[in-house]
């Protein structure tokens, strides 16, 4: 028998599996095993420790070293230098400027966070329930079932100002009161939804992966509070690992007599069961959720009646989103308080949000409720990549909307969001430089809503194809006046009219970039150009006869063959037949092919003859 | 389960789980394991700590490694490090001798003053 | 084998949705054959119609032969940002096919799909169940010659 001296936490969360954290730790596996101190070292597999575009990462304790983007050829350096000779592999830390960083809690990713729901991601080996109660886990539930009323506790979460964290803002507490106060109905149901599907969101899938127990105890609270005993988790398809989490979460919890009948002695019995999805975004609409799980199309239904009188199977529910039940074991535990002393006025506590794009930093962050999108952006996400300059950031998805530089100042809560045109969502956060075009982004938006959208109502359903057909005329040159004023009112009609939350949105990113970035749009229509040359139609390629040194590469991966010239007379495109493939922009090298916004003139005299011509032939 | 205090005994039990990542020890044995502290043996002694503190169940003692400490000639060394109190540096260790720290200094707070090469930082 | 599926489930409407994903999981080819929603029909009292409602609703069922591998590539925004487009390219020449399609060897269908949530490292794609973080056009070549290379 010997006792283990390392604890090595590799981050198993998706994006560090997607990088290769798997094949590093079978690779620990096997060098630790030939070195003979196999059964010095915990080697444990964490959910999501944050800084993804680190990744993979892993720490290593007692000494907290951070280790970023390792290798399986670092391994041996790593077990044969640290573990064994107990000198940490310095050029596996981080950098930052000319310090080298040791220790996690110094990389500056952490700084400015505060884990609440996310405290144990990262930190504990989600797949055992022992570990979770190490960290005072299943007390929260022991208190509140032994300890308080479902009103008192409902109190807690009241005081604490918890709004749900899936989108809406809706205060937590109110739900749960509506269905507590129905007693004359005996059968009621709490769902936790985990359909994230808002592009650039992953906060629910890290929860799920990385502390499944927290979840299911937040669940448990919920369900005692408003006096259910049955409770679904419904998962997307797409998230694998977090549907065997959870469903080996209740097998543990079962095990243990912390789930089932007669829960710490008490009259509360609970039992719970995952549902999954197959891939449709509408599902994460609570009323679309009910009706998936009952096994039908996931179409959304008017409301009211709301869930809490009439949800799954006609019975009152409850659906609470992920990150809302994984904040609820700690708000009991530390008291509503100490909660409501971080964020702000109407916006109490921690979020996560999901950092993505163009950013330095990506991944999952925690931070206090108020914090500015710019130190958000540039102190914790560590500003942007290169040299390049910032230029607007999309939060909440597609029913959210672009924020410019004017707005880095705005403190990050649901009121300041929406007040400027944007919305808290699920918390995804893409951040994008100055070579983004704002049509394209919202275009493309407004094509994942079009694709997405159920079809059961007409506003959301055609009046979205509609705004989409508007915005490919204008990415493709052939806009017209009035164009966006079209735009905006077909935008105000759907808002108004659409069945559900994602038609009700849907509009948000394009009435976003028209009002902060009008400009945009209108040299797209009137100029027939795409200023930040992304935009096909509204751009074209030239070679600096200057630059060009006349290698003939260009030319030669042509595949329109639409390039020629000499090395002495240089090389030149014949703009009628490019296709615009960017090949020869990639493969210059000296860089001397360029791309210019506009159309280029043969282009608009050639389109101009070709209008004349089906003009005559019509005449 | 059935009270508060079942959970707190599966907690309590559970802690020691995670004994290495909170840092809530009470004594933390530091090991040299630079190239020459290894030759000198500073496996060997490593494992014993291993061992006996396995063997004697010291759920309050974490044991850790570190570099060159630049005393070679004195090697293997080893800190034992409490909260509050001067650290102990103990030179020329071997598996033996281990055991005696254990018993003495470890569990009964007897420092073991024969083997003692510097206390303090 | 489609009677042996359903007798997991009970016969009951919620359960429609897991019948469907198992079956088209142990469908060499993942797609929901005619005969597969007749034996489903039969057992869970439910319309065919009702049935093709609920798979063409849900993009991750297929009512035609696919591939043995399914390549889903994510065409969400943040992926588009950091390049998934080229990704689209690079897999469309490789492969040989456009998206929806299956290569000739049965190997190999190509999809797009809404967002993975990896989104940390975009751009990504699921192969079946695995995951694939910060791809490059080299990094998409290595991981389909290393899955033919498995065969």
């Known amino acids: ?619 | ?121 | 084998m489609y009677k042996e599926i359903c007798s997991k489930y009970a016969p009951t409407k919620d359960n429609l949705i897991y019948i469907l994903h198992e079956i088209q999981d142990a469908e060499p080819q993942h797609y929901i054959s005619k005969e597969a929603v007749l034996a489903v029909s039969d057992y869970l009292k439910l319309p065919e119609n009702h049935i093709y409602g609920v798979m063409t609703f849900y993009s991750m069922y297929s009512t035609t032969p696919r591939g043995k591998h399914i390549i889903r590539l994510c065409e969400s925004p943040p992926c588009y940002i950091k390049g998934s487009e080229n990704i689209l390219r690079k897999l469309g020449i490789i492969l040989g096919v456009e998206v929806g399609e299956t290569t000739k060897d049965g190997m190999f269908t190509l999809e797009l799909c809404a967002c993975l949530g990896v989104c940390g490292n975009a751009p990504v794609m699921m192969i079946n169940e695995d995951v694939y973080g910060d791809l490059s056009e080299e990094k998409v070549e290595e991981i389909i010659e290393s899955i033919r290379g498995r065969q």
């Open chain 1, 1 to 619: 028998m010997s006792l283990k001296r390392i604890d090595l936490l590799i981050c198993c969360g998706s994006g560090c599996v997607s990088a290769g954290a798997l094949k590093i730790k079978e690779r620990f596996h096997e060098v630790l095993a030939e070195n003979n101190i196999t059964n010095e070292v915990n080697i444990i597999e964490t959910g999501c420790m944050g800084p993804c575009d680190y990744g993979p990462v892993m720490v290593i304790y007692p000494e907290g070293i951070f280790y970023q983007k390792v290798t399986p050829e670092d391994v041996e350096d790593i077990v044969k230098e640290h573990f064994l000779k107990g000198r940490p592999v310095t050029r596996l830390m981080l950098q930052d400027k000319d310090k080298t960083i040791q220790i996690q809690k110094d990389v500056p990713f952490y700084h400015k966070q505060i884990k609440v729901a996310l405290e144990n991601c990262g930190y504990i080996n989600p797949d055992s329930l022992e570990e979770y109660i190490a960290t005072g886990g299943y007390e929260a539930l022991g208190r509140v079932l032994l300890e308080m009323t479902p009103q008192e506790a409902i109190n807690i979460i009241k005081e604490s100002g918890l709004r749900g964290r899936g989108g809406g803002g809706f205060p937590t507490h109110i739900k749960w009161q509506m269905v507590h106060d129905n007693t004359q109905e005996k059968v009621k149901y709490i769902i936790c939804n985990g359909d994230e599907g808002d592009p650039g969101a992953f906060m629910d899938r890290s929860l799920l992966e990385g502390d499944p127990h927290r979840i299911l105890e937040g669940m448990m609270i919920a369900a005692y509070c408003m006096g259910a005993s049955e409770g679904f988790f419904y998962i997307r398809a797409e998230y694998p690992l977090a549907i065997t989490r959870i469903k080996q979460a209740i097998e543990q919890a079962k095990e243990l007599g912390l789930m089932g009948q007669n829960v710490f002695g008490t009259d509360f019995c609970f039992d719970a069961e995952v549902r999954t999805g197959a891939g449709a975004f509408v599902c994460g609409e609570e009323m679309a959720l009910i009706s998936s799980i009952e096994g039908q199309r996931g179409n959304p239904t008017p409301k009211p009646p709301y869930p809490a009188v009439q949800g799954l199977w006609g019975k009152p529910t409850v659906v609470n989103n992920v990150e809302t039940l994984g904040n609820i074991p700690t708000i009991i535990s530390r008291g509503a308080e100490w909660f409501a002393s971080m964020g702000t006025e109407k916006s109490k506590g921690t979020k996560v949000f999901a950092l993505t794009g163009d950013i330095r930093n990506t991944g999952l962050v925690e931070v206090p409720m108020g914090i500015t999108l710019r130190e958000l952006i540039f102190d914790v996400g560590g500003g942007m990549i290169g040299d390049h300059k910032f230029k607007a950031v999309q939060l909440g998805g597609p029913s959210g909307g672009c924020l410019t530089a004017d707005h880095l100042d705005t403190p990050v809560d649901y009121e300041n969001l929406k007040a400027r045109g944007a919305m808290m969502g699920s918390g995804g956060i893409i951040v994008m430089n100055e070579e983004k075009c704002m049509v394209n982004v919202a275009k493309f938006f407004m094509d994942f809503c079009v694709e997405e959208s159920c079809g059961k109502c007409s506003p959301c359903r055609i009046g979205l194809k509609q705004m989409l057909e508007i915005l490919e005329r204008i990415t493709s040159g052939k806009g017209k006046e009035g164009d966006i004023d079209e735009l905006l009112r077909l935008g105000e009609s759907v808002s108004k009219l659409s069945l559900c939350g994602l038609g009700q949105t849907a509009p948000n990113p394009v009435l976003s970039t028209i009002r902060y970035f009008r400009d945009e749009y209108e040299s797209h229509i009137r100029d027939q150009s795409c200023n930040s040359k992304v935009c096909l139609d509204l751009m074209h390629f030239n070679i600096d006869k200057e630059r060009c040194i006349g290698c003939s590469l260009c030319a030669r991966k042509c595949p329109t063959n639409c390039i020629s010239g000499s090395r002495e007379d240089k090389y030149t495109i014949h703009q009628v037949d490019c296709i615009k493939c960017g090949n020869c922009f990639d493969v210059c090298p000296v860089k001397a092919v360029e791309k210019i916004p506009g159309m280029h003139p043969e282009i608009v005299e050639r389109q101009k003859e070709m209008a004349k011509a089906a003009k005559r032939n019509d005449d």
């Open chain 2, 1 to 121: 389960m059935k009270t508060l205090a079942d959970l707190k005994k599966i907690r309590e039990k559970a802690q020691e789980d995670l004994k290495l990542r909170s840092g809530n020890t009470r004594v933390k044995i530091v090991v040299g394991m630079g190239t020459s502290g290894i030759a000198m043996g500073a496996r060997e002694v490593m494992k014993t700590f291993l061992e006996e503190i396995a063997t004697r169940n010291l759920t309050d003692v974490l044991v850790t490694q570190t570099g060159e400490k630049g005393l070679s000639s004195i090697e293997p060394v080893v800190d034992v490090i409490e909260e509050g109190k001067d650290s102990i540096t103990y030179g020329n260790m071997t598996p033996d001798k281990v055991k005696k720290v254990i018993a003495e200094h470890i569990v009964n707070g007897r420092i073991v003053s024969d083997y003692v090469v510097q206390t303090g930082n």
